[in-house]
């Protein structure tokens, strides 16, 4: 089966806002087996939008838009549907008491304008919007999505199965393996794993995610063993920087690993600047091992709060193995991080460039500093110094089972 998708939204045309709905309905898709054939951008006109879908229509099986089905002048996407397939549009009386009772619950002012978030298509399904007040709404293989991604999010996954339960689509056909890898480009894995898919219908894809890159395996139910089998091998090959699989994420995996240790966390950070504790602070349930987190980013504080040695930070400096090893040591708790670098664009120089970070990890009596060149603007060198930390970190405690 084959997908198009339409974004709606003239926005996305002059690099207002950045579509990250489709990168989500993609891997959605890519579960049932739906082949995504083509993704067009299209601007809030009735025009555009008919065009969009007399295109898709002869080269998919389904078609999905998103944006434009909200309360103001500009969103016409149900309306361009409706014109398309000759329907008339009629107010769905039930979706309008939900949508009423929203408002009422959430304290929201109810103006007459709302109410063309529940127009739709006549004969079109609604869709239950459990996050915002406009449902989607499918007709003739037509579904139409709001632009919002907490929304998609919510929806998509239910209109699928919906959907593929409709169609009767055999998605128990689809077996699909994620390994999740952190440190390694795609050209090295690629030359590393490409030689092991060599089974007809076996196929392999990197997805390139902020947490890492997703090693994704997916072949027929009846060939899940040998999915399972070539999952292995490549474990045996880069065992050592795949952190997970599925919905694994460093945070959560360090989490449940001192949880499971009964062990305390506390992190220093210099050049990340917060983003590390955030990072923790972000799995529900991380009270219950993380103390505190130190953002020492002159050297006064790295002294005052960590106990670093002056003579420390003057004969090597306050980027240096040796400043990270006292950073960790300052701290109190059982497993502690201490991150300090040169996040730039300034302040690098031959022997210590911008993107220069070091890691300080300890675990009970066990502590061990790292050294990374990280690339990339600033913020992005502090988000990788952030992922980087944590990777680390969740390596030793595996060593430490």
């Keep these: 089966m084959k997908a198009s998708i339409i974004l709606v939204g003239t926005e996305l045309l002059s690099g207002g806002t950045v579509d990250t709905n489709s990168i989500f309905m993609a891997e959605e898709l890519n579960k049932y087996g739906i082949e995504i054939k083509y993704k067009l951008t299209v601007k809030d006109t009735i025009e555009d939008i008919m065009i969009a879908l007399e295109f898709a229509r002869k080269n998919s099986d389904l078609i999905i838009t998103s944006g434009g089905v909200g309360p103001t002048i500009d969103d016409i ?37 709302n109410i063309k978030q529940v127009e739709k298509p006549e004969g079109a399904v609604s869709i239950e919007n459990q996050v915002g007040m406009c449902p989607a709404v499918y007709v003739d293989d037509i579904v139409s999505f709001p632009g919002v991604p907490s929304e998609v999010y919510d929806m998509f996954p239910r209109f699928l199965k919906w959907y593929a339960e409709e169609k009767k689509l055999l998605i ?22 490409s030689e092991l898919f060599t089974e007809e219908g076996i196929d392999y894809e990197f997805l390139v995610k902020d947490f890492g890159i997703i090693i994704r395996l997916q072949g027929k139910n009846s060939n899940k063993n040998i999915v399972e089998k070539i999952s292995e091998k490549i474990y045996n ?8 699989e599925g919905n694994d994420r460093l945070e959560n995996l360090v989490i449940t690993k001192l949880k499971e240790k009964k062990l305390s966390l506390s992190v220093a950070e210099s050049c990340t600047g ?5 990072k923790i602070v972000s799995v529900s349930g991380a009270s219950e091992v993380f103390k505190e987190g130190l953002v020492t980013y002159s050297n006064e504080a790295k002294m005052e ?14 980027v240096s193995e040796e ?7 300052g701290l109190k708790t059982d497993v502690g991080v201490s991150v300090t670098g040169i996040a730039g664009p300034l302040g690098g120089t031959k022997e210590k460039p911008v993107g220069l970070v070091y890691f300080g990890l300890k675990v009970k009596d066990n502590f061990k500093v790292e050294k990374r060149i990280l690339v ?14 944590l990777f680390y970190l969740n390596k030793m405690l595996k060593g430490n089972a």
């Design 237 to 244: 090959i880069i065992g050592d920087n795949i952190f997970g």
């Design 305 to 318: 709060k960590l106990g670093v040695k002056e003579e420390t930070l003057k004969k090597y400096g306050a």
């Design 172 to 193: 128990d056909e689809i077996y699909i393996k994620d390994l999740l890898v952190y440190g390694l480009g795609e050209s090295y894995l690629d030359q590393q794993i």
């Design 274 to 278: 917060g983003l590390l504790a955030g």
């Design 77 to 113: 996407t149900k309306d361009a549907v409706a014109k398309f397939l000759g329907k008339r549009i009629i107010v769905d009386e039930e979706d309008f008491k939900v949508m009423k009772q929203k408002f009422d619950e959430r304290k929201l002012k109810y103006t007459p304008n």
């Design 376 to 389: 990339g603007p600033r913020n992005k060198i502090r988000e990788r110094a952030t992922l980087q930390g």
């Design 323 to 329: 400043t990270a090893l006292e950073m960790v040591k």
